[in-house]
């Protein structure tokens, strides 16, 4: 099962909204509306963002949303803030044996 | 406030075994899906396998013939053991819990175990 598909790195100013791209297949992200996002600081824990396409978890600004387009799924940070600077990775549910299958991250750089 | 506390060896030999063990607090054991993940230095997340408090296991094929994850639910505890480790296995592990049914989240995730594999 191959990796999910993602830009390397996503730069903006403070303020700007970027969006991050997630490209699978019909076996993932286009059959289920399984994807979930996660943001992950240098050198801590992974942190769920967002969840089933577009839901945010409690306590997760409403500045991150995720959406879904047949086999691509896309998260958007509106109004950019410093903190948002790290390591973004997307995930889906896969009909494969494999179950889970996650992106090969994005860095966001905010400049 | 559900909360993972892992806790394992950090440093093993090439063919060894790795252990990992993970206490749940805060949530009930039964109501979920308990898994791991690993994350190579510099690398994304690879998905190692998830149990149940009944036992009920789904592994990455990749690790399947490897891996056993096993529940302890008189602690609230589930372990992860990997055998005859390589270079390859260094990683930072993570313990996580996820959706009973089908689905795709992991909420929370542990604080994480650097293993390294060297001789």
């Known amino acids: 099962q191959s990796a999910l598909t993602q830009p390397a790195s996503v730069s903006g100013s403070p303020g700007q909204s970027i969006t991050i791209s997630c490209t699978g297949t019909?076996?993932?992200?286009?059959?289920?509306?399984?994807v979930s996002w996660y943001q992950q600081h240098p050198g801590k824990v992974p942190k769920l963002i967002i969840y089933d396409v577009s839901n945010r978890p409690s306590g997760v600004s409403n500045r991150f949303s995720g959406s879904k387009s047949g086999n691509t799924a896309s998260l958007t940070i509106s109004g950019l803030q410093a903190e948002d600077e790290a390591d973004y990775y997307c995930s889906s549910y896969t009909i494969t044996s494999t179950l889970y299958v996650f992106g090969t991250g994005t860095k966001v750089t905010v400049l | 406030q559900v909360h993972l506390q892992q806790w394992g060896a950090g440093q093993l030999k090439p063919s060894e075994t790795l252990s990992l063990t993970c206490a749940v607090y805060?949530?009930?054991?039964?109501?979920?899906?308990w898994g791991w993940f690993r994350q190579p230095p510099e690398k994304g997340l690879e998905w190692i396998g998830e149990?149940?408090?009944?036992?009920?296991?789904n592994y990455n094929p990749s690790l399947k013939s490897r891996v056993t994850l096993s529940v302890d639910t008189s602690e609230n505890q589930f372990s992860l053991k990997l055998t005859s480790v390589t270079a390859a296995d260094t990683a930072v592990y993570y313990c996580?819990?996820?959706?009973?049914?089908?689905?795709?989240?992991?909420?929370?995730w542990g604080q994480g175990t650097l293993v390294t594999v060297s001789s």
């Open positions: 996580v819990r996820g959706p009973k049914v089908v689905g795709n989240w992991f909420d929370p």
């Open positions: 805060g949530a009930s054991f039964s109501d979920y899906f």
């Open positions: 019909s076996s993932d992200i286009g059959l289920y509306n399984y």
């Open positions: 149990i149940n408090h009944n036992g009920d296991a």
